[in-house]
C-alpha cells in the first residue's frame, strides 16, 4: 500500500505542535533567572525555592504514563487543548501568586498540565505524518524548537525582568496557548483508539506512587548525598512499581500495554535515550557550575556561554532526518556518538586557571553529535508501534528522558563530589569551620573563602576551584567512555535498519476518529 504523505494541512500543523514544545523549553529556563527576584517579593526560603523548582518536573514526570494513555483514550488532539487550556489560566494564576504556598500549587498544577502537551504532541507527530522520511523531518523541526526556547528563553526572560516584574516570566506562555487553542481545531486532526478501554484509577494511583518517589529520591540523592528517607522514597518507589506491573499485566485494558516493550526496537530505543539523559544531565550539570563557581560568571552570562551547544543540537537535529536518507541509521548514530565522546574527551583538558572554551566547544560537539541518535531513536520509538498506541509510547520515551536526567545528576553528580573531595588540598592554617565548608562543594566553598583574611582565601579558593576542575574532568572522562559504549551498542541493535530511502513503507491504514 502506498504511504499517505503529508500536505500542506499537516505541516501548518507541526507550527501549531510546536508552540507547546517552545514554550516548554522557554518556561524552564525563565524561571531560573525570576526565581532570585519572586523570592524576595514572596519571601520564599531555601526549602521553598526548592519546592518552586522541583513540584512542576516532579508532578510532570508522575503524569506522562496516564496523560499518554488518556489522550489514546479520549483523543490526542482534545487532551492537547484541554492541557493548553489549563496551561494558560495556571501560568496567570502562578503570575499573580500572593504567596510561596501558592506559587508552589500553581507549578503543581502546571506540572500536570505540561503533562498533557508533550506526548499528546509527539502521538499527533505519529499520526500526522505517515511516511518515515517526513516523519523524520517533522520530529527534528520538534525538537529543534524545544532546543530553540533554550536559546530564547535567557534572552526573553532578562529583557522582561529588567522592565517587568517576575511574574512576566509566567505570562510567556499565555499568548502561546491563545494561538494553540485558536488554530489547533483547524489543523490538528483527531486521534483516538476506538478499542480503548475506561482508565483504570488504581493504576494511575500506582503509576504515581511509582514515578514519584524514585524521583524525589534521585533528587535529594543528588543534592545532599546519601540520606535515609531518599533511600526509603526510591525502595517504595520500585515496591510500588513491581505492583503496577503486576496490575497491567490483570487488566483487560491496561494504563500501560507492557506488549510495547516486546518489541526490540521500541526497547532498545527507549534504554538509549535514558542513557543519553543520565550522561548529559551530569555533564550539563557540571559545565554549568564550573561557568558559574569557578569561573565566576554570573547565571545569565553563564547561560549565554551555553547557547552554542543548543544551536549544535538544533542543527544536528534538523540535519539528521536528511543525512540518514543516504546514510544507514546505525552508522549515523554511532558516528555522532564518536563526536560526542570527542567533545568531552575535550573537555578533561579543562583547566581551573585557563579560559571557558574547552568546556564550550566540547559541550557544543557533544550536543551535535547526539542529536542524530536522539531524533532518529524518537522516530525508532514512535514508528515502531502502531497509530493507536503512539501516545502511550511518547509518554514512555518522555519518562525515560526525566529519569535519565534524575539518574543522570545523582549519579554523576556524587562522581564529580567525590572526585572534588579527593584531589581537595585545603591550605594549611584554615579554621575548621571553613575547612568543613569547603569540603561540602565548591558553592559553599565559594561562600567562605571570601571571610578569610589577606591570601589566605584566595588560596582556598583556588584549592577549591581545582578540586571541582577535577571532578568535571572525571565526569567528563566517563561520559565520554560510556559514549563510545553506547556506539557500539547502537551499531548492533539497529544494524537491520536501512537507510530511510529505502525504508519499508507503513502499512497501517488506520483512520482517524470520527468527531
Known amino acids: 500500500m502506498e504511504t499517505t504523505r503529508a500536505t500542506r494541512r499537516e505541516w501548518l500543523g507541526l507550527v501549531t505542535l510546536a508552540l507547546p514544545t517552545l514554550l516548554l523549553s522557554v518556561d524552564v529556563s525563565v524561571l531560573y533567572l525570576a526565581l532570585p527576584h519572586l523570592s524576595e517579593d514572596l519571601g520564599a526560603d531555601s526549602t521553598e525555592q526548592l519546592w518552586i523548582l522541583d513540584i512542576y518536573s516532579f508532578l510532570l514526570a508522575g503524569f506522562l504514563v496516564t496523560m499518554g494513555t488518556l489522550g489514546d483514550r479520549i483523543g490526542r488532539r482534545r487532551l ?52 518515515p522520511k517526513q516523519m523524520a523531518t517533522a ?84 543534592r545532599g548525598g546519601w540520606q535515609i528517607d531518599a533511600a526509603l522514597a526510591v525502595v517504595v518507589g520500585l515496591v510500588a ?12 485494558s491496561p494504563l500501560l500495554d507492557l506488549h510495547l516493550f516486546t518489541n526490540r526496537e521500541f526497547t532498545s530505543a527507549l534504554g538509549i535515550g535514558l542513557s ?15 561557568l558559574q563557581a569557578v569561573r565566576g560568571l554570573a547565571p545569565l552570562h553563564a547561560g549565554l556561554w551555553l547557547i552554542p551547544q543548543t544551536i549544535a543540537m538544533a542543527a544536528g537535529l534538523m540535519t539528521a532526518p536528511i543525512l540518514a ?44 553529535g547526539i542529536a542524530p541518535t536522539m531524533s532518529l531513536t524518537m522516530n525508532l520509538i514512535l514508528g515502531s508501534v502502531p497509530p493507536e498506541k503512539a501516545g502511550s509510547a511518547a509518554s514512555m520515551s518522555e519518562t525515560s528522558g526525566e529519569f535519565g536526567v534524575a539518574l543522570g ?77 553506547i556506539a557500539v551498542v547502537v551499531a548492533i541493535a539497529f544494524r537491520h535498519i536501512p537507510p530511510m530511502s529505502a525504508a519499508a513503507e507503513p502499512t497501517d491504514d488506520a483512520e482517524p476518529a470520527k468527531i
Open 241 to 252: 512499581g513491581v505492583v503496577f506491573v503486576r496490575r497491567q499485566r490483570q487488566l483487560a
Open 139 to 222: 520530529i527534528g523541526i520538534w525538537f529543534a524548537c524545544f532546543m530553540g526556547g533554550m536559546v530564547v528563553g535567557p534572552l526573553v526572560g532578562g529583557a522582561l525582568l529588567s522592565t517587568f516584574w517576575w511574574g512576566s516570566a509566567f505570562l510567556i506562555g499565555v499568548p502561546f496557548m491563545v494561538l494553540l487553542l485558536t488554530t489547533g481545531p483547524f489543523l490538528l486532526p483527531e486521534y483516538r483508539d476506538a478499542a480503548a478501554g475506561r482508565v483504570d484509577l488504581a493504576s494511575v494511583a500506582l503509576s504515581l506512587a511509582a514515578i514519584l518517589p524514585v524521583i524525589y529520591g534521585l533528587k535529594e540523592f543528588a
Open 409 to 485: 545528576v545523582a549519579a554523576l553528580g556524587s562522581l564529580a563530589t567525590f572526585a572534588y573531595r579527593a584531589h581537595l588540598a585545603i591550605p594549611s592554617g584554615t579554621p575548621a569551620a571553613v575547612d568543613d565548608a569547603v569540603r561540602h562543594g565548591i558553592t559553599e566553598a565559594t561562600g567562605a573563602a571570601t571571610g578569610l583574611p589577606g591570601p589566605l582565601g584566595a588560596e582556598v579558593l583556588d584549592a577549591a576551584r581545582a578540586a571541582f576542575t577535577a571532578g568535571l574532568t572525571t565526569v567528563a572522562a566517563v561520559g565520554a567512555a560510556a559514549f563510545v559504549g
Open 276 to 290: 543519553l539523559g543520565i550522561v548529559m544531565a551530569g555533564v550539563t550539570l557540571t559545565s554549568t557550575l564550573f
Open 80 to 131: 492537547l487543548l484541554i492541557g493548553a487550556t489549563a496551561f494558560g489560566i495556571t501560568s496567570v494564576v502562578a503570575a499573580y501568586a500572593t504567596s510561596p504556598a501558592m506559587l508552589i500549587a500553581a507549578r503543581a498544577a502546571l506540572g500536570v498540565a505540561g503533562a498533557t502537551l508533550m506526548p499528546s504532541t509527539m502521538a499527533l507527530i505519529r499520526n500526522m505524518f505517515r511516511d
Open 325 to 368: 536518507r543516504r546514510i544507514r541509521p546505525p552508522h549515523l548514530m554511532a558516528g555522532g556518538l564518536v563526536i560526542a565522546a570527542a567533545g568531552l574527551f575535550l573537555q578533561t583538558r579543562t583547566e581551573a586557571t585557563g579560559g571557558v572554551a574547552p568546556v564550550v566547544i566540547g559541550l557544543a560537539l557533544t550536543s551535535l
